[in-house]
């Protein structure tokens, strides 16, 4: 690549630039005929090229055109070096157009030849940590699920998520898509710390790594304050994420890696112990490890069915009564109560069914509880998400001590009548434990 005053027409070069900034594709097209060796030009002082700019604008067609421009001028070859050419900063335009979500610009530049596995200055970040940093899912998935293949020196050809490259450490040997940057962290850390689970499933799509654990950093100013050894699903339970949580059991489940919930980090603390200090009982549910982890990854199934009647609407307010009826399908035993809903503030609320308490209490942190800034039915609905996981739960454990009590009752000589007996002592049970 060459600088300002090496390229072959420098003012074409820096109009060209300019249309790339604003997206003028019709005019840049002409230049690009006109001068095919503009597609190379750089600033002096920034090293930012047109290419750069079209890719973080999201001007595909521009992108598109230069790279078809540098090959007709330079060959595959040097094209090649345009299209990875980074700028002061050490961005490539694939990592530009990661950061900023433009899908299409980053299966174009992939397709053609950008390299997956450059690296940034100051984060050590690829392409793929941006895209999960920006939570990009559109980006993740059109990077690690695209056309383009990596052949590797021996011929063998890899996907772009299975490239087998050296981590931060320069000796382990990993999957690009399970890469640390300089944080210590890979794309999946970033993803589960930015709350984006759309990013997450994309990551877990293509094979990211749920047992990964973070590594020292190398570069100063990480965002995540989790101790060196943690897993996403201690990043989860940290910030009381309850759907990022259980995207996380199952995933190990699918992963067959072993219970993460019993993994330790290099304070000896389990996802659990980080978590204890939040008083959120919902995750410390999921996160019980002395639970079997098939209670946990079913609880996404529709076992229980929750009916509201409420005689005010939707104009729920500080102190409404509501009636919930809840159906377990399997057994068509219905558990009646009355859900109320009382705040002490914006910030805070607790829920209540059949004259107990449930134990929730709201929290102002980022992925858990309540927003301070939320209003009373976003408050509302957002507790009876919670609550219809907790009857979930519930039910599950209620048809496990069923299953297990039946033979005993067989056994017996016992009627049919034990099951709606059992049945009527687990409505008592879950009332009283709520």
């Known amino acids: 690549m060459g600088n300002s005053h090496s390229c072959v027409g420098t003012s074409h070069g820096a109009q060209l630039l300019h249309l790339a900034a604003s997206g003028n594709t019709q005019e840049a097209r002409q230049i690009l005929e006109a001068y095919p060796a503009t597609s190379t030009y750089t600033t002096y002082v920034d090293r930012s090229s047109p290419l750069l700019v079209a890719a973080g604008r999201g001007h595909y067609r521009l992108v598109q055109a230069i790279v078809e421009a540098a090959v007709l001028a330079h060959g595959p070859s040097r094209a090649k070096r345009c299209i990875n050419h980074t700028n002061q900063k050490g961005h490539s ?73 050296y981590d931060e450490d320069n000796s382990t040997l990993v ?33 990211a790594s749920v047992a990964a654990r973070t590594v020292p950093p190398t570069v100063p100013n990480s965002p995540v304050r989790q101790p060196v050894g943690s897993t996403a699903l ?11 949580v259980r995207l996380l059991l199952e995933a190990q489940v699918s992963q067959n890696v072993g219970d993460m919930r019993q993994s330790v980090d290099s304070r000896n ?19 019980d490890p002395n639970r079997p982890i098939t209670s946990v990854t079913t609880a ?18 500080p102190g409404h009564s509501v009636t919930a009826a809840v159906v377990n399908p399997n057994d068509g035993v219905t558990l009646d109560g009355v859900l109320r809903i009382s705040t002490t503030g ?66 017996n000589g016992g009627s049919s009548s034990y099951g709606l007996d059992a049945c009527s002592n687990g409505k008592q049970d879950i009332a009283s434990s709520m």
């Not at 950008?114 to 993740?140: E, F, G, K, Y």
């Not at 603390?269 to 009982?281: C, K, M, S, Y």
């Not at 069915?305 to 409420?310: A, G, K, Q, R």
Request: aromatic content about 4%; proline content about 3%; charged content about 15%.
């Open 346 to 411: 914006w910030g805070s609320a607790a829920l209540g069914l059949g004259g107990s308490s449930l134990g929730y209490r709201g929290s102002s942190r980022r992925a858990g509880g309540l927003r301070s800034d939320q209003p009373p039915h976003v408050m509302f609905y957002n507790m009876l998400q919670k609550l219809r996981l907790v009857l979930t739960l519930e039910a599950i454990d209620l048809e496990a001590k069923l299953a297990a009590a039946a033979p005993a009752a067989a056994a």
């Open 93 to 165: 335009a694939l990592m530009l157009a990661c950061m900023n979500g433009h899908a299409q610009c980053v299966e174009s530049l992939i397709c053609n030849g950008a390299s997956p596995l450059a690296l940034d200055n100051s984060r050590h970040n690829t392409a793929l940590h941006w895209a999960a940093h920006c939570c990009r899912s559109d980006c993740v998935q059109r990077l690690l699920n695209s056309n383009a293949t990596f052949q590797m020196q021996s011929g063998e050809v890899v996907a772009i998520a299975d490239i087998p490259c």
């Open 269 to 287: 603390e389990r996802p659990i112990d980080v978590a204890g200090t939040v008083n959120n009982l919902l995750l410390l549910h999921l996160l």
């Open 234 to 244: 201690h990043m989860a339970a940290a910030a009381e994420d309850l759907s990022m």
């Open 175 to 207: 999957k690009y898509v399970d890469r640390h940057n300089g944080w210590g962290l890979i794309a999946l850390h970033l993803a589960v710390f930015k709350g984006s689970t759309s990013t997450v499933r994309a990551l877990l799509r293509s094979g």
């Open 300 to 317: 996404a199934a529709p076992h229980t069915s929750v009916t509201l009647y409420s005689g005010g609407g939707l104009g729920f307010l």
